[in-house]
């Protein structure tokens, strides 16, 4: 049986997007107990995203492509991952003081990088390694996210001509 290549305006294919929702779920096992699962705070996924995936002279930020939104999109489909990002962006609000969006990038960066050093056991960097994994996935799914970066074209992007000998 074959499949239809995905269409270029698609950023996932089908397949490609349940083997995904399966490695987030197979994440989520066991799931993240939080002190207060609290609602999505849609600010605070932007800002996490963006500090994980900043804009540059030559890179959108991962909110200019849609990426937290996509992820939102995402998780609806993906059993535990909207509770997941409720309770982490409700944690995340609550460890600077003001709300994560409103901390100064060097803050945010810091919250982050300690994220990044937690108990993967416990929610902190499951949030983290779960929101990095879709991140990722969707901003270099956007061609803008490469537009800017002066890469060079495959000499022979279909592959070398017979023979190959």
């Avoid at 490609?16 to 999505?40: F, K, N, Q, Y």
């Avoid at 939104?69 to 600077?96: K, N, Q, S, Y």
């Amino acid at each position: 049986m074959t499949t239809a290549p995905a269409q270029p305006d698609a950023p996932l294919s089908p397949a490609r997007r349940r083997a995904l929702a399966g490695a987030v779920a197979a994440m989520l096992a066991p799931r993240v107990v939080w002190a207060d699962d609290g609602t999505p705070d849609g600010r605070a996924l932007a800002a996490f995203v963006d500090t994980l995936l900043p804009a540059d002279a030559h890179t959108p930020a991962a909110s200019a492509l849609g990426v937290p939104e996509a992820i939102a999109d995402f998780a609806a489909g993906v059993p535990g991952l909207p509770e997941l990002i409720a309770g982490g962006t409700a944690w995340l609000d609550r460890t600077g003081g003001p709300p994560f969006a409103e901390l100064s990038a060097a803050d945010r960066d810091r919250v982050v990088a300690w994220m990044e050093g937690s108990d993967p056991a416990q929610g902190p960097y499951r949030f983290y390694e779960v929101i990095r994994l879709l991140a990722v996935e969707f901003y270099y799914a956007a061609p803008e996210a490469v537009a800017g970066l002066p890469l060079n074209v495959a000499p022979q992007p279909r592959g070398y001509p017979p023979p190959w000998t």
